[in-house]
């Protein structure tokens, strides 16, 4: 059957000052159920709007998707309805985001948003009903005193608990994919680890995809299967997990995979940053988004936009160099 989830040529366009200006172009991946896909790149490369664009959520009316296809079990999801989408929000697809404040609402208890977001996908549910299974939900997400914290306002909570209660409302219908943007970020690294333990334990046992958004190598090394670095809203490489971090094609990703800081560094070597800026996005290069910072850039990257092409088998990069390395091979034949 088809894949889980194919995004293919996804294009962003965003309403500008300047126009409009494309902060997504040519995205394309795929996901399979069980699988955790890493999408990692800096700030403002397009991830979370790639995340946002897959739950039909940008932001109105100054974005829009202007090209490609996310294919949901072989369905585009461009062609629903806003009825038939809202159905897929929350109960295929689930989103959390770094900040669970945005995505709780402050004057409401949380146990009765949970019992709302039954409402929604279950409509036939009881009160009683949501009630024990909003309390077994607080209960799996490692919430202890389940019965005070619905109770509770989220304020009233710590930043993890809030994170718990927001995976555990994301995870109450059984997604078939969670896309997690920047879940841990703004948590310390024991409570970091606690959170990504939980969202494994339940793709374990429920088999659901995840879509793991951030711009920690780190994290992407420890709990990934596949990865996708994107830079100025394009996808740069993708590859497996072990392909990228042993082998990584792209000269953007070579120099991300140095900035990891390692343990081996001590105050004197200052971790290595990539010179140079990227491009604003109203001043997008017509050739490769990376050649003003690329120390391989050939004659053809200034005007020459790469196409992804493939590396080996499963690994791909946008990259002329990519071309360049097939011809010398055919060469040495
Ligand atoms: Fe560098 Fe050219 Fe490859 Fe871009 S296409 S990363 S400029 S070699
Ligand atoms: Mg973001």
């Given at each position: 059957g088809p894949p889980l989830l194919a995004v293919k040529h996804l294009g962003v366009a965003f309403q500008t000052d300047q126009g409009q200006v494309l902060a997504v172009d040519d995205v394309s991946f795929e996901l399979e159920s069980g699988q955790v896909l890493g999408i990692a790149g800096?700030?403002?490369?397009g991830k979370s709007v790639t995340a946002l664009s897959l739950m039909r959520l940008l932001p109105q009316p100054v974005s829009k998707i202007t090209e490609g296809e996310i294919l949901f079990k072989g369905q585009n999801l461009l062609d629903f309805s806003i009825g038939a989408m809202r159905k897929i929000r929350g109960k295929k697809i689930s989103m959390i985001f770094q900040e669970p404040m945005t995505a709780?609402?402050?004057?409401?208890?949380v146990g009765r948003q949970i019992a709302e977001s039954y409402s929604l996908h279950f409509?036939?549910?009881g009160e009683k009903e949501k009630n024990t299974a909003s309390l077994q939900m607080l209960a799996k997400v490692g919430i202890p005193d389940a019965r005070q914290v619905m109770k509770?306002?989220?304020?009233?909570?710590s930043g993890g608990m809030r994170q718990r209660v927001m995976i555990g409302m994301a995870l109450a219908c059984e997604p078939d994919i969670l896309i997690a943007d920047e879940p841990t970020t703004a948590l310390d690294v024991t409570v970091q680890a606690q959170i990504m333990d939980l969202i494994f334990q339940f793709r374990d046992t429920t088999g659901m995809a995840v879509i793991l958004i951030t711009h920690d190598l780190g994290l992407i090394a420890e709990n990934c299967d596949r990865v996708v670095i994107m830079y100025a809203g394009t996808v740069s490489e993708s590859a497996s997990v072990t392909t990228l971090f042993h082998h990584p094609f792209h000269p953007y990703t070579k120099k991300l995979l140095q900035s990891i800081p390692s343990r081996a560094q001590t105050a004197k070597e200052p971790l290595p940053t990539i010179p140079g800026n990227v491009p604003v996005l109203s001043k997008?290069?017509?050739?490769?988004?990376?050649a003003k910072r690329c120390e391989h850039a050939l004659p053809q990257c200034e005007n020459q936009r790469p196409r992804m092409m493939s590396v080996s088998s499963g690994h791909f990069a946008a990259c002329h160099l990519v071309y360049d390395c097939e011809k010398k091979l055919n060469f040495d034949k």
């Open positions: 800096e700030s403002g490369c709780l609402n402050p004057v409401h208890t409509p036939d549910m509770k306002y989220p304020h009233q909570l997008m290069p017509v050739g490769c988004r990376f």
